[in-house]
């Protein structure tokens, strides 16, 4: 398959992200280009993942569809002929989505089923993830009681996002809109998370990100609900008390755990056969979750 790793398009540019390029179009309007860059640890490294990009692109518009009635999100769904010249299009082509340029939240959304990650490590140290405080005795991977809202920063490229408790988001957001991005979040995971059951897909966390429109409306942003974005799992295959099988870059942060690395630049070189694995692993969910029940 073939790879794009960046792009170099006639639009200004905007930002090039850890995945995405961003470009200028008019005063209400963007193009986002996902490439098959990959990031890690908020590091970005030199192989790309072949077909990355059209797969999260696929993913994330998939989910934006599904979600729409629950929140309004930041897709205008108009051709990119209209911006790019035929090469150019057909160059990010299943990569390229132009979207409302919206005033961004500085608060990332995520949303806890089971208990993994960072959280995992938190709750061993303290019984708490992110303030909140939970039961005794859970277990690697266990399913939590109920969905944990617990937002971070939001980090610059190259720096680590950091945890923050929900008292935090309402002396950044406000007391009104800190509530909604919580109540809408929780919301969005629930819905997708019973869609993915049914599939064979377990999504243990998710994050995501959202902006106001011209008119102060909260609308959903960037990515959701794609293997960049979130934790998916084997529903076949999960036992509580190891780490499950994953449908996302998890398989390239287990296998950065095994080295020396303090996980800031430059990323050490990824081996050919988890850049593959990782690959099979993307496909794979955009496949299962496309399934007709």
Same mark, same amino acid.
């Given at each position: 398959?073939?790879?794009? *790793?960046?792009?170099?398009?006639?639009?200004?540019?905007? /930002?090039?992200?850890? #995945?995405?390029?961003?470009?200028?179009?008019?005063?209400?309007?963007?193009?986002?280009?996902?490439?098959?860059?990959?990031? +890690? *640890?908020?590091?970005? *490294?030199?192989?790309?993942?072949?077909?990355?990009?059209?797969?999260?692109?696929?993913? +994330?518009?998939?989910?934006?569809?599904?979600?729409?009635?629950?929140?309004?999100?930041?897709?205008?769904?108009?051709?990119?002929?209209? #911006?790019?010249?035929?090469?150019?299009?057909?160059?990010?082509? &299943?990569?390229?989505?132009?979207?409302?340029?919206?005033?961004?939240? +500085?608060?990332?959304?995520?949303?806890?089923?089971?208990?993994?990650?960072?959280?995992?490590?938190?709750?061993?140290?303290?019984?708490?993830? @992110?303030?909140?405080?939970?039961?005794?005795?859970? /277990?690697?991977?266990?399913?939590?009681?109920? +969905?944990?809202?617990?937002?971070?920063?939001?980090?610059?490229? &190259?720096?680590?996002?950091?945890?923050?408790?929900?008292?935090?988001?309402?002396?950044?957001?406000? /007391?009104?809109?800190?509530?909604?991005?919580?109540?809408?979040?929780?919301?969005?995971?629930?819905?997708?998370? $019973?869609?993915?059951?049914?599939?064979?897909?377990?999504?243990? $966390?998710?994050?995501?990100? *959202?902006?106001?429109?011209?008119?102060? /409306? %909260?609308?959903?942003?960037?990515?959701? %609900?794609?293997?960049?974005?979130?934790?998916?799992?084997?529903?076949?295959?999960?036992?509580? &008390?190891?780490?499950?099988?994953?449908?996302?870059?998890?398989?390239?942060? $287990?296998?950065?755990?095994?080295?020396?690395?303090?996980?800031?630049?430059?990323?050490?070189?990824?081996?050919?056969?988890? #850049?593959?694995?990782?690959?099979? @692993?993307?496909?794979? #969910?955009?496949?299962?979750?496309?399934?007709?029940?």
């Amino acid at each position: 398959m073939a790879t794009l *790793f960046s792009t170099n398009l006639s639009l200004p540019l905007i /930002q090039k992200g850890k #995945v995405r390029d961003i470009y200028d179009i008019d005063n209400k309007r963007m193009l986002i280009v996902t490439t098959d860059r990959l990031s +890690a *640890f908020d590091v970005v *490294f030199d192989e790309p993942i072949a077909n990355k990009g059209a797969i999260l692109t696929e993913m +994330a518009n998939f989910w934006f569809e599904k979600t729409s009635p629950i929140i309004p999100n930041h897709l205008t769904l108009e051709p990119l002929d209209g #911006v790019l010249n035929t090469k150019q299009a057909a160059l990010v082509k &299943g990569r390229g989505i132009i979207v409302k340029k919206l005033k961004p939240l +500085a608060v990332e959304a995520i949303v806890r089923g089971y208990i993994i990650g960072s959280g995992w490590k938190d709750y061993q140290q303290t019984g708490e993830i @992110c303030g909140i405080q939970l039961p005794t005795n859970l /277990q690697l991977a266990e399913k939590l009681p109920q +969905a944990l809202y617990t937002p971070s920063t939001k980090a610059d490229l &190259g720096t680590h996002d950091a945890n923050i408790d929900f008292h935090k988001t309402v002396e950044i957001l406000g /007391q009104n809109l800190a509530e909604q991005v919580k109540q809408v979040s929780l919301k969005i995971y629930q819905f997708a998370a $019973d869609y993915a059951l049914k599939r064979g897909i377990i999504i243990a $966390d998710t994050k995501f990100e *959202f902006g106001l429109d011209e008119n102060n /409306q %909260l609308t959903l942003m960037d990515e959701v %609900l794609t293997p960049d974005s979130s934790r998916f799992w084997s529903k076949t295959d999960y036992k509580i &008390g190891t780490s499950p099988k994953s449908f996302d870059k998890q398989i390239v942060r $287990d296998y950065l755990e095994t080295l020396d690395w303090d996980k800031t630049p430059p990323a050490p070189t990824l081996p050919k056969e988890i #850049v593959q694995k990782t690959a099979q @692993c993307y496909q794979i #969910v955009a496949n299962l979750l496309k399934q007709k029940i």
